[in-house]
């Protein structure tokens, strides 16, 4: 079955596959039966579209209510594109993350690392016209996570991006450069292509950094396509 709206499929080995042997959680949720291929009609590939005008844009994780969060404050820059190359501009981009003691500000997070009443780890931005992003953060903390004997999941924050409709739907991962636990991570590790597998690794940026303030992050994100970031669904 063809697409009305065709577009070019990643290449084998640059996504992670729906059961990974050693990311346990996988082998519980993956699909049991054949997938059912829907066709990219205009629909899929222009709608829905979201409205910072109903869901209010908050770029700064680094403090709640004026009050600083414990941690070392970071800047993540970078720009949202299409499978083309060209930017996205208006994508919703919703972030969330562990504190800087690997916990997250939720009731089912039981780590006994401590919360920290200054941060709730959530943001969402909207891309401007050249398709850029950037919000403030808390560098976060590992944590365990019982995948395996001693697993620690490396450093990470979540993203969840709505592009221009169904289609540039992702929910991926960025990592930090230089983190010793990403050669050991399940997570990272079931994309199987390196270079794609990389692209989950943000890039320390001079440009990004605040003088005397934060240091900055760049993280480009690509929405479908051969070129297309991983899709971590976790």
Known sequence: MS???????????????????????????????????????????SAPHF??????PQADMSQVGGRSAMGER?????????ENGRPLRGAMVEVWQANSSGRY???RDQHDAPLDPNFEGRARIFTDENGNYSFVSIKPGAYPWRNHANAWRPIHIHFGLHGAGFAQRMI?????????????DPVFNSTADEAARHRLVSVFDLDVTKPEWALGYRFDITLRGQAATPFENA
Request: no cysteine; hydrophobic share 30%; net charge negative.
């Open 3 to 45: 697409d009305p709206a065709p577009y070019r499929h990643p290449i084998p080995g640059t996504q992670p596959p729906y059961d990974a042997p050693a990311y346990g959680s996988t082998h519980k949720r993956h699909p049991k039966q054949p997938l059912v291929h829907i066709p990219t009609t205009l629909t899929e590939a």
């Open 172 to 184: 991926t991962q960025m990592y930090f450069p230089g983190d010793p636990l990403l050669p050991l």
């Open 74 to 82: 970071i800047i993540v820059a970078g720009r949202v594109m299409d």
């Open 51 to 56: 409205d910072p005008a109903v869901f209010t």
């Open 105 to 107: 500000h939720h009731a």
